[in-house]
């Protein structure tokens, strides 16, 4: 089915612009929300430093998979390419249908929400003040990429090194910051390890690490993408990691474990009692700050799905059009802007919005990275590895382990969210008729 239209992306990525990308998707919202949860399924401050250590360990197994797929097959298609190789038409459609309504404009949905819930905090604008913003803010960063592949860069760029400064700079201050002794001494005590609560800390400590993958929509468009992959990938998570173990230990030194374990909103607790009463304020900005990064980087990488869709699919044609003089896929963009504002629409009307949005995306996110991380063997059995410019260590097992995680990860995708999950794996399956009147339309 395939079919092309327009000119082709041109390489203009480096590296440290990938791996803002990489680092801009990554280090969102949830650093800001999701430890206490963490924390609350530890035994002690030790255990919970491990699981955050653990979720790098977990995500640099993926990204040594990715890196192998990346380098030996760029496409700006990303994994809807390996997909297609692997399995042909209908499984990389429904992949690619996938991220344009549910997976991507779903999390462009959901980081636009938390960016509208601070900003109304700041100034409230009425009832709907959250979706006014978080429209705002699609249409914004949309337009943004619309102007041109080489803005939305800049722009990433911009935003990544501000979180990764403004993360640093808590970070150190909240270790330095003199607190009571019974504070903190009180994050290494306890039991020595929880087994009960180790399989759901692990499920959110992934959720805040979820995005590296999306580096592979950046591999036709890296320069020398063959050797700079890996440096992508591997520098992207390293760097995540360090930032989430700092943030972590700022939290427990100031915090302590138990203070850590019954907050509701850490990280304004954390900035408080470091700035005082600004606190709040000062978070609010940082999650903004946060939430324009991660979604400009999703709307970067989830356009790219949308345009590999119309390059090869008769239906969707008018997708894959790739505008030369701006280097940016401008019909995908507007597509994914108009679907995410309509997801918006939708939210401001629900309660539980943002929590909807995390069921909604999760189940089809894990499933499609579990099929992902399978194209790996599939590959290696049909083509070898000799060819390889970049070899995933250990071969089968840091593949078998990573798709192990992802395994878990969807059965407790699917176990423990609500009907935001069955929404989402309705839209998906949706997928399967379009996929036929597609194969209809084609023939006529």
């Not at 700079?228 to 591997?234: E, G, H, Q, S």
């Not at 999650?287 to 990488?301: C, G, H, Q």
């Not at 790996?376 to 390889?388: H, P, V, W």
């Not at 969210?417 to 794996?425: D, H, M, R």
Request: hydrophobic letters at 50%; charged letters at 10%.
């Amino acid at each position: 089915m395939r079919h092309s239209s327009g000119s082709a992306p041109i390489p203009t990525f480096t590296t440290i612009s990938s791996v803002a990308v990489v680092v801009g998707i990554v280090v969102g919202t949830g650093i800001f929300s999701l430890p206490p949860i963490v924390a609350g399924n530890s035994a002690n401050g030790i255990q919970f430093i491990a699981f955050w250590i653990a979720g790098g360990l977990i995500s640099l197994l993926g990204a040594l998979c990715y890196a192998e797929l990346a380098s030996s097959r760029p496409n700006v298609g990303g994994e809807y390419h390996f997909l297609y190789k692997a399995f042909g038409p209908f499984i990389s459609f429904l992949f690619t249908w996938g991220r344009m309504t549910v997976i991507q404009t779903g999390s462009i949905a959901l980081v636009a929400f938390i960016l509208g819930d601070y900003a109304s905090l700041i100034l409230n604008l009425g009832k709907y003040s959250s979706a006014i913003y978080a429209a705002s803010a699609v249409i914004l960063l949309t337009g943004l990429n619309i102007m041109g592949t080489k803005h939305s860069r800049k722009t990433q760029l911009v935003f990544t090194s501000l979180i990764v400064l403004i993360l640093v700079v808590i970070s150190v201050s909240g270790i330095v910051t003199v607190v009571p002794a019974e504070t903190n001494g009180s994050w290494g005590e306890g039991a020595i390890f929880s087994v009960s609560g180790a399989g759901l800390a692990m499920i959110f400590v992934l959720l805040t690490y979820g995005g590296w993958n999306e580096a592979a929509y950046l591999s036709g468009e890296l320069l020398n993408v063959r050797k700079n992959m890996i440096k992508v990938l591997v520098s992207g998570i390293l760097i995540i990691t360090a930032l989430y173990v700092l943030v972590n230990i700022a939290y427990l030194h100031v915090l302590g474990f138990e203070k850590l374990q019954a907050s509701t909103t850490a990280g304004a607790d954390l900035t408080g009692e470091i700035f005082g009463r600004a606190g709040s304020l000062v978070v609010a900005f940082i999650v903004i700050f946060s939430a324009l990064s991660t979604a400009n980087a999703t709307i970067i990488t989830g356009a790219r799905t949308n345009y590999a869709l119309g390059r090869d699919f008769s239906l969707f044609s008018f997708l894959g059009r790739w505008n030369s003089s701006k280097n940016s896929p401008v019909n995908a963009l507007l597509l994914q802007g108009i679907i995410a504002l309509f997801l918006i629409f939708i939210g401001a009307w629900s309660e539980g919005t943002i929590s909807t949005m995390v069921d909604y995306t999760a189940p089809v996110f894990w499933f499609f990275l579990m099929l992902t991380t399978l194209t790996l063997f599939i590959f290696r059995m049909k083509n070898g590895a000799s060819e390889l410019p970049y070899k995933v260590p250990l071969y089968p097992v840091t593949p078998i382990l990573f798709l192990i995680a992802c395994i878990s990860l969807l059965y407790s995708s699917l176990a423990y969210t609500g009907i935001g999950a069955l929404i989402g794996s309705a839209f998906l399956i949706a997928g399967i008729p379009v996929y036929y009147f597609g194969l209809i339309y084609k023939r006529k």
